[in-house]
């Protein structure tokens, strides 16, 4: 089959790779229909050291079931499913508390096994992993479907850990496809305040009608005395970081209030997080790491169908499995928010 393989910063190539097939009893082999590419793969694509090897790319993806082995119960052939980021069992004891992501036998799609980027997948672990999709695989939902893999889900839980609820003033650092996907959550939890932080005209414009009532398109300093002048001095109930970068968790942890909670799902790009002394007389509360999306799709889902939400909207580009190099380039150009593989 074909997939995209990364062998260094900037160098993604659609080859062929072996076809996956069923290994464990296990598993399920997944004939992709939708994948994408992430504002996470961005980061090996700036900086990712030379590999002779490479490492498959995609954690993203919906697709028919093809095959399954003998142990697998809840999908079969012929279902359209959609995958989490994270591959997991279901039943160990951080699975069973809804933190698939810290799953005891799970794991994370590409590098040597298969990714999302590519014509099929070998899904481990398919019973705990999988959720089957009761519509057609062209269905006009399938964008909006796709992001319960990730960007839908991960907002979903910024928001969560930065406890968003009805009344709450909330701050969005970051206007990728993550923070637009936060805005949506913020919004669907309740809060009354939604502050984007970001710079980008089109993602502005698409928060805006997600529900962000205010846009800081400053940095830094300047960043965090507007958000203060937004909020009559008093700063944000709750804070979504969405980048990772080192500039924006500042932002994100100063411009909390006393008493509030920041929700980090960006990747961290630092080992510290900045402002310990002044976030510990703050009383804020620092949560927040990679989304257990599993456990968020049940939940989101119902809104995905009727309409209430459409995160699918992040997507402003489609491609086939041959257009993925160049939709690299587009998203870390800023050219694109999100883009679509259609298979
Ligand atoms: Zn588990």
Not at 266 to 274: D, H, S, T, Y
């Amino acid at each position: 089959m074909r997939a995209t393989v990364m062998y260094g910063a900037g160098d993604v190539r659609v080859e062929t790779v072996p076809d996956p097939r069923i290994d464990e009893p296990s598993d399920a082999l997944v004939r992709v229909t939708r994948a994408c590419i992430c504002g996470s793969d961005l980061w090996p694509y700036q900086k990712m050291e030379p590999s002779p090897t490479g490492s498959r790319m995609g954690h993203e993806f919906i697709g028919v079931v093809e095959d399954v082995g003998a142990d697998v119960r809840t999908v079969k052939k012929g279902d359209l499913v959609v995958a989490p980021f994270a591959w997991s069992d279901g039943t160990c004891e951080f699975c069973r508390r809804g933190l698939q992501t810290s799953c005891l036998h799970g794991g994370f799609w590409g590098g040597q096994l298969d990714g999302g980027q590519g014509e099929a997948v070998r899904v481990p672990l398919a019973d705990g992993t999988l959720v089957r999709l009761s519509v057609a695989k062209d269905d006009a939902l399938m964008p909006a479907l796709l992001t319960l893999s990730d960007v839908m889900g991960t907002g979903h839980h910024a928001a969560l850990a930065a406890k968003v609820g009805p009344g709450k003033v909330v701050a969005v650092v970051g206007d990728g496809a993550v923070g637009l996907c936060g805005v949506i959550a913020a919004r669907r939890l309740g809060a009354e305040q939604i502050i984007l932080l970001g710079r980008h005209a089109d993602r502005i414009a698409l928060a805006r009608e997600f529900g962000a009532t205010d846009i800081v398109s400053e940095r830094g300093e300047a960043a965090v005395e507007r958000v203060g002048e937004l909020t009559g001095g008093l700063g944000a109930h709750s804070v979504l970081e969405c980048v990772g970068h080192g500039q924006s968790t500042e932002a994100a942890v100063s411009i909390a209030r006393p008493g509030g909670a920041v929700g980090r799902v960006g990747v961290p790009q630092r080992e510290v997080i900045p402002a310990a002394v002044p976030t510990f007389f703050k009383n804020v509360t620092i949560s927040g790491g990679p989304a257990p999306v599993r456990a968020y799709i049940e939940e989101l889902l119902p809104d995905v169908l009727d309409g209430r939400i459409q995160p699918g909207r992040v997507f402003d580009r489609v491609t086939a499995l041959d257009g993925v190099p160049d939709g690299y380039r587009a998203m870390n150009a800023r050219e694109a928010i999100k883009v679509m593989i259609a298979f």
